[in-house]
Structures are given as structure tokens and as C-alpha cells.
């Protein structure tokens, strides 16, 4: 079943006058459950792709639809509330806030949601275990490793249940070793919990954990 779908996208920047086109056409079709990587040289346009499709971006011209809704037609409000409910991040940076704990910095989203803590306490725990951080869960940030780091950030993108999680260049700040665990983890997400991934990457190594590759040249498919 297709989760998401693009439809004749653009995509240019316009800085004082000077029109610089990111995306050129492009036509695609995202499987539900399936673990997707996006790549392409720098300035190709494929963290520009990733945006559009998850709504963080507005398309020049053309559609995004997500089952079957197009984002472009949405208010600000639903756009936002779907993002929130229905669409997880994952960044290159980890962007925690170094004050909260792991479970505080995970819940967060819940928390500006208004949802009271005994709604989301089985759901923390089961995303704790999923992240195998559960004897983490009181630590801050600073005592933790970069790859434990961006655990708590996909724990963060995971706990209200999205239904895709865009990842842009989760491992680009990470060793080999502890950015080959965020990709198996990943994997684990798509693979056994049914969840759509969309990760950008300019690795070919990280790209050899999806199931299939988009290759963007110049904002157009390859």
C-alpha cells in the first residue's frame, strides 16, 4: 500500500532575485513499512526532498499526498497536527535538550500535547526497550554516548506512534560502529514494527540497510 506519494514536484529558492531550482519533477511513490534511502552528492536536493515530503518544506509547485491527503491543501493547524501525530524526525544533530532526562527529553512532544503521564507510561516503556535504553532512562544527555544520544532522539520521533519517520543523515555524526547500531535499529523499526523509514544519506554502506535507494542528480530521480 502506498503511504506516501509525490506528484510533479518542485522545488526553487529564491535569494534576492536569484531563483535556484532544488527539485525538478519529481514523481514518486513510498511503500508502507518499507526502510527507504534517499541519496545523492552534496547539493543534489535530497534533504530539500525530504522536507517536502514531510511537510516540513512547502513544494513551488506540485502535491504531496499522504494516504491520500494532500498536504498542500491543508491549514497550517492540520499540516501541523499531522507532522505531529503522524510523521516522526530524526536528525543528524541530535538536538536534546541537555536538561531533561532521557524519558523527559523522549516525551516531550507528549508533554506539549498536554498528555497527563499515566496516558504514556506503558508506551515509554516499550519505547525504551525498543531503544535499549531503559537503564538510561533518568540519565542526562552529557552522560551519555553520541550514538546513545541519537537513540533518544529516534525514541523521541517514536513515542507518538508516526507512521513514517524521516531520518536526515542519522549517522553522519556517528562512528562506524555506533552508526551501524542506529541502522540496525532502524531496520528493527521497519522491519518488525510495520513503520515506514525515510533516510537520507550520502553513505553507501548506510544505504545497504534499506530496502530500496531513490538516487537524486541535479533534483531529479536517477
Known amino acids: 500500500m502506498t503511504i506516501l506519494r509525490a506528484v510533479d514536484l518542485y522545488k526553487d529558492f529564491n535569494s534576492e532575485g536569484n ?8 514523481k514518486l ?13 552534496s547539493g543534489s536536493g535530497k534533504s530539500t526532498l525530504l522536507y517536502v515530503l514531510s511537510g516540513l ?3 513551488t509547485t506540485g502535491n504531496v499526498f499522504f494516504e491520500d491527503k494532500d498536504l498542500s491543501m491543508l491549514s497550517d493547524n492540520k499540516l501541523s497536527l499531522i ?16 536538561t531533561l532526562t532521557v524519558e523527559e527529553n523522549i516525551t516531550l512532544p507528549l508533554e506539549l500535547d498536554g498528555v497527563k503521564k499515566k496516558q504514556y507510561k506503558e508506551s515509554l516503556d516499550n519505547v525504551l526497550s525498543t531503544i535499549g535504553l531503559s537503564d538510561k532512562r533518568k540519565s542526562f544527555p552529557y552522560q551519555l554516548s553520541g550514538g546513545q544520544q541519537q537513540r533518544v532522539a529516534i525514541g523521541r520521533a517514536l513515542i507518538t506512534d508516526p507512521k513514517i519517520i524521516f531520518a536526515d543523515e542519522p549517522t553522519g555524526n556517528l562512528d562506524s560502529k555506533t552508526g551501524e547500531e542506529v541502522l540496525q535499529l532502524l531496520k528493527k523499526l521497519s522491519a518488525e514494527k510495520g513503520k515506514t523509514v525515510l533516510m537520507v544519506t550520502h553513505d553507501n554502506y548506510a544505504a545497504s540497510f534499506t530496502d530500496t535507494t531513490i538516487y537524486i542528480k541535479d533534483g531529479k530521480i536517477v
Open 83 to 98: 507532522r505531529r501525530k503522524s510523521f516522526g524526525f530524526v536528525f543528524q544533530f541530535y538536538n536534546l535538550i541537555p
Open 29 to 41: 511513490e513510498i511503500e508502507e513499512g518499507k526502510f527507504i534511502s534517499i541519496m545523492g552528492q
Open 19 to 26: 531563483i535556484t531550482k532544488v527539485l525538478n519533477n519529481i
Open 57 to 59: 518544506e512547502k513544494p
